[in-house]
């Protein structure tokens, strides 16, 4: 890492200068995964952007690093907006370097409706680290995807635990939307609320009580706050018997008031885990993790095909209204050799070439 460099680099810092390939088209993935595995950083942000772009070998990366996963303790924030998610994560990032750890932190904003890529820069927040080489911060956009997270927000996740990061913070975007993604992301989801406004019936109405492993109250000098906090509790104890209970914590992040109380909780949480392993749990999140991919390859894929001329006959069709775009669908689905082409990686024209 560059020194006083903290933040991740983003796409145009990583493709400038000598740090761009010759060719885009010929990207070393080889000679980048060996750097990888040997600890580079440039690498590790190279590969990153791969992912996040959605280029042709995003897919062949994490394949590749897939079976290093699954050290990083990952920790999920979220929780309606102004409620201090970012103040809060700024503190638990100094709470985890004091105590040796490497500290990624994944902050999903909302996508510009323009370029798709996120609104807010990854210095605008937690500028309190930047000049720490322990802690890596990188703001991503959300696509437009359920629950505000994004295919490659996972994929990052994994890269920077096969890289050897400690601990994973990833911050929501927290616009109204249910995050109920992140519950397949994090090992620990930690739900953030404040005392005004009744926000503890809004987090039981956007179901975020439901994924909910810690409850936080911040701002809780503010009046209300206990009020919120006996509601939670309430609601704690009105789940089914036996599991987690979670913990409702009360902090205030500007004061540094609560936050190592709440790394205890987090902490907790992670034993409970390690010492309650459910196989169903994990075979069923698997399985939701490989419905996710194939249904986001195959839907990758389809698109690249038909962006690069696969079809462009049926495609004239539907654009002159002469097809309707369900019966198009159904004709290219049900004939075998037209959906292995549209699903094939190779470019259209390398067929009409051959």
Do not use: C
């Amino acid at each position: 890492m560059i020194a006083g460099q903290t933040t991740m680099p983003s796409e145009s810092q990583e493709n400038s200068g000598a740090n761009r390939p010759a060719n885009e088209a010929k990207f070393d993935l080889e000679g980048y995964l060996r750097r990888f595995a040997a600890h580079d950083e440039l690498a590790l942000y190279r590969l990153m952007t791969r992912v996040e772009n959605r280029t042709p070998e995003a897919s062949a990366i994490i394949e590749r690093i897939y079976p290093r996963v699954g050290h990083a303790q990952v920790i999920g924030i979220t929780g309606p907006p102004g409620a201090g998610k970012s103040t809060l994560v700024n503190r638990l990032i100094a709470k985890y370097r004091a105590l040796g750890k490497e500290v990624s932190v994944l902050a999903i904003d909302p996508s510009s409706p323009f370029s798709g890529g996120a609104v807010l820069g990854d210095r605008v927040r937690m500028t309190d680290h930047y000049k720490d080489p322990g802690v890596h911060i990188r703001s991503l956009s959300s696509r437009g995807s359920h629950g505000g997270l994004s295919r490659a927000a996972r994929e990052i996740v994994k890269l920077l635990d096969a890289f050897g990061h400690d601990v994973i913070i990833i911050e929501t975007v927290g616009v109204g939307q249910t995050e109920l993604g992140i519950m397949d992301l994090a090992d620990t989801t930690v739900v953030v609320t404040v005392p005004e406004g009744g926000d503890s019936v809004q987090v039981m109405k956007a179901g975020l009580n439901e994924i909910a492993d810690v409850f936080v109250v911040n701002k809780s000098d503010r009046e209300g706050a206990d009020r919120i906090k006996a509601e939670l509790e309430l609601n704690v104890h009105l789940r089914p018997a036996g599991g987690w209970r979670p913990p409702v914590m009360m902090t205030q992040a500007a004061a540094d008031l609560g936050v190592d109380a709440l790394v205890g909780a987090i902490a907790k949480h992670r034993e409970y885990l390690l010492a309650h392993r459910d196989p169903a749990q994990i075979a069923q999140r698997r399985r939701r993790e490989f419905m996710e991919i194939l249904t986001a390859e195959l839907e990758d894929r389809a698109i690249h095909s038909l962006q690069n001329g696969r079809a462009p006959e049926l495609l004239r069709e539907v654009e002159a209204g002469r097809v309707n775009p369900y019966s198009a669908a159904r004709r290219m689905i049900e004939d075998r050799d037209e959906i292995a082409r549209l699903l094939s990686r190779a470019p259209a024209d390398a067929d009409e070439k051959a």
